[in-house]
């Protein structure tokens, strides 16, 4: 099919899969336990500094101009989030100081991106995939900010995070549909996004049963 026909296609297959990392009417956010503002900061700290790291890695390892300018773009953007959120938590009365979020290492997800190595299951995988995934779950997270009367940092998600994410998802698009244009371009592409989709949805499974956390920001 054409590359128009298959990021098409992936879209909505995305779309699909992505309804299963929506919480059901009993998981609506409760600020209350461990469950806080807060806490669900300190995790969008370390989904922040992964996604700066990856894309800075696949930066330096490509030779395509306007695939390095994309993920320049994008590192420049979750480091800057990742600032904004330490930020938040400071105003918050947490020293992000304090705060290590790669002390336990990298998760899942970051140790299956890096293993990736061409353009389209890059771009399939990161780009159009996982900020895909981090703009449903940002949305959920603003909604748990209201809930929990904290408007500042709903506000920090809603006008500055969502969008970035959003643009880099369209940034992911756009690639896809340059380099997604053989078959065997566009089954990589296909099997970096589902795997993409599966690791989310496991680790977001996981942190439900083992923590209670859910409406965590980003991916």
């Known amino acids: 099919m054409s590359a128009d026909e298959f990021v098409a296609q ?6 699909a899969l992505l309804q299963r990392l929506q919480p059901d009417d009993t998981l609506r956010p409760e600020a209350e ?9 300190k ?9 700066t790291e990856i894309a800075a890695r ?15 773009r994008q590192v420049g953007d979750e480091a800057k989030h990742y600032r904004m959120i330490a930020e938040r938590l400071r105003e918050l009365g947490v020293d992000p100081t304090t705060v290590n979020p790669l002390a336990k290492g990298y998760g ?10 061409t353009t389209v299951e890059r771009v399939a995988a990161g780009q159009f995939t996982r900020e895909a995934i981090a703009v449903v779950k940002n949305r959920q997270f603003i909604e748990f900010c209201e809930r ?10 809603r006008d500055v995070i969502e969008p970035d994410e959003r643009y880099h998802h369209e940034l992911g698009r756009r690639l896809l549909l340059r380099c997604a244009t053989t078959d065997a371009a566009q089954q990589a592409a296909r099997r970096a996004a589902r795997r993409t989709l599966e690791l989310a949805e496991e680790l977001q499974t996981a942190a439900l049963r ?7 920001p980003g991916c």
Do not use: C, S
């Open 10 to 15: 992936l879209d909505a297959d995305n779309r």
């Open 43 to 51: 995790i969008a700290l370390k989904n922040e500094i992964e996604a």
């Open 148 to 157: 929990a009367e904290d408007a500042a940092t709903a506000a920090l998600y």
């Open 108 to 117: 899942p997800l970051f140790k299956y991106l890096d293993t990736l190595t």
């Open 33 to 41: 336990g461990d469950l806080t503002v807060v806490n669900l900061l």
């Open 210 to 216: 083992t923590a209670g956390i859910h409406h965590a």
């Open 58 to 72: 696949w930066l330096v390892a490509t030779d395509e101009i306007d695939v390095k300018l994309a993920l320049a």
